[in-house]
């Protein structure tokens, strides 16, 4: 059993470039998100889907897309890298109400 | 918009020492969730503890404890008997409930458990 898994783990861009992570989950979880870890800020949440097919903007939704086409992927877009999207981001998947959110191992980006 | 408030960016505390980590959240909701997550060096986050806010009774989990003052919008973490391993970023999250579970985290509490 997998759980979350998230691809790439590291990557590194160049401005203006884009590029897609993948979060993939295998518990059949309704809930998936994406959120961003920056130090002294904690994690903060992008976007988020409640249900294949759809999606809602969490705090910081600006300059990244997503998409939900099937239950077990969440996929998070950056349609023009920038410096300020440097970070760690994680995907996470729960089932929802006061269940744990299972996480994946984060994915390192890095925008020169 | 719910806020989750942690105002202590680091701690230290001995070996075997009790510690209590801080958290505050702003919410209109009645019903809604609590979390407490760590993330060692690892990376890895995982589940501490978890708060159900209609549930009057404070959760425990081993050492692990918390003190809900839901009047307070206050969610605390006690750890008891701290060991070394309990050195962590320790996250505050707070879920919305029925039908729009977005998770919302807290800034973070950096723990160091001093030999």
């Known amino acids: 059993n997998a759980g979350v898994t998230q691809t790439p783990k590291f990557r590194v861009l160049k401005t203006g470039q884009s590029m897609t992570l993948l979060c993939a989950q295998d518990?059949?979880?309704?809930?998936m998100y994406w959120y961003r870890q920056d130090p002294g800020m904690g994690l903060r949440l992008i976007h988020y889907?409640?249900?294949?097919?759809?999606?809602a903007k969490g705090e910081v939704p600006d300059g990244y897309n997503v998409s939900r086409l099937k239950k077990q992927n969440f996929l998070l877009g950056l349609e023009s890298a920038a410096p300020s999207q440097t970070s760690v981001y994680f995907c996470?998947?729960?089932?929802?109400?006061?269940?744990?959110?299972?996480f994946g191992q984060g994915t390192r980006l890095t925008v020169v | 918009a719910q806020t989750v408030t942690q105002s202590q960016p680091e701690m230290s505390v001995q070996e075997a020492e009790t510690v209590t980590l801080s958290c505050t959240y702003d919410t209109s909701e009645n019903n809604y969730y609590l979390f407490w997550y760590k993330q060692p060096p690892s990376r890895q986050m995982i589940l501490v503890i978890r708060?159900?806010?209609?549930?009057?009774q404070n959760a425990t989990e081993n050492r692990f404890s918390v003190n809900f003052q839901k009047a307070a919008k206050s969610f605390s973490l006690k750890i008891s008997d701290s060991q070394l391993g309990d050195t962590a970023m320790y996250f505050c999250a707070f879920m919305n409930g029925f039908g729009n579970e977005k998770l919302t985290f807290g800034t973070g509490t950096r723990l160091t458990i001093i030999p």
């Open positions: 889907s409640v249900g294949e097919g759809t999606t």
């Open positions: 996470a998947s729960s089932t929802g109400r006061s269940t744990e959110a299972f």
């Open positions: 708060q159900e806010a209609y549930k009057q």
């Open positions: 518990m059949n979880h309704e809930y």
